[in-house]
């Protein structure tokens, strides 16, 4: 197991799991690549078909603490950089409330110790989209399953018509449905806790947000997700962030419980 602030990463020998089952219906270059620009695969009834295995897409050089044995870079366990911070490349940062400001500030001084995450607790939103496990995303006209390799978590979003609950009941990931509009898959989501991390460094998120999402998959190797968070219980108003994953190939999800064999927290010091 390796540790970043407020991240577990795992990192090992995998043996007697499909790590390297072909997928299917990969399109190829002439000289038999993976053909990541090819169009955006459909559904029979038209639709863009998120269906895929995905990890969270930043451009950045494998830290020097993710290259394996072999030299190569771990891809797997890569976090993004709003996995630390959720205002990475957000002009001006957010429009954060002061005490939600000094709440983000107490969280970030004991370096992710209090991080739900770093206790095995569910990756919430945003952090679904940031963190470095494989998230598999299965499709139907009734409903998109999000399924998580962390703690063997899942998300759904309800395609099927039906509108966001009255009075819900606050949970990590809130209740969703979604909506297409041409190509785009509009998601709202509300219902969330009061006490959520967006990143490593505690940005808060409460139960006062409302969060909308755009999915699409400009060509068969990306998704992006574009995501507007309006809380104003912690923030001023309404702001943006922007998320991509790519594609993961010949491979399947990994059984990783988080609290089995943990040692991470013990490492992490309380200041």
Known sequence: ??????????????????????????????????????????????????S?????????????????????????????????????????????????????????INAGRDDPHTHCLPSNFPRLFTLPHITKILQSPAQLALLNEFNASYRQIFTDGRPLPADPQPSWNGYSTGKWQGDELVVETIGLRDDLWMDSQGTPLTSAAKITERFRRPNFGMLEIQAVVDDPKAYTKPWTVSFKMHIVLDTELIDEVCLEGERSIEHIPAR
């Open 1 to 50: 197991m390796r540790w970043l602030p407020g991240v577990l990463l795992l990192i090992g020998p995998v043996y007697a799991q499909w790590v390297k089952y072909p997928t299917s219906g990969v399109p190829r270059t002439a000289d038999g690549k993976p053909n990541l620009g090819a169009p955006t695969p459909r559904t029979a009834d038209g639709k863009p078909d998120f």
């Open 52 to 108: 895929g295995m995905w990890l969270p897409n930043d451009e950045v050089p494998c830290p020097k603490m993710l290259v394996d044995d072999l030299g190569a870079c771990a891809e797997r366990v890569a976090p993004s950089r709003q996995a630390v911070n959720i205002a990475f490349g957000i002009p001006g940062g957010l429009p954060i409330q002061p005490w939600a400001a000094e709440l983000q500030k107490k969280r970030a």
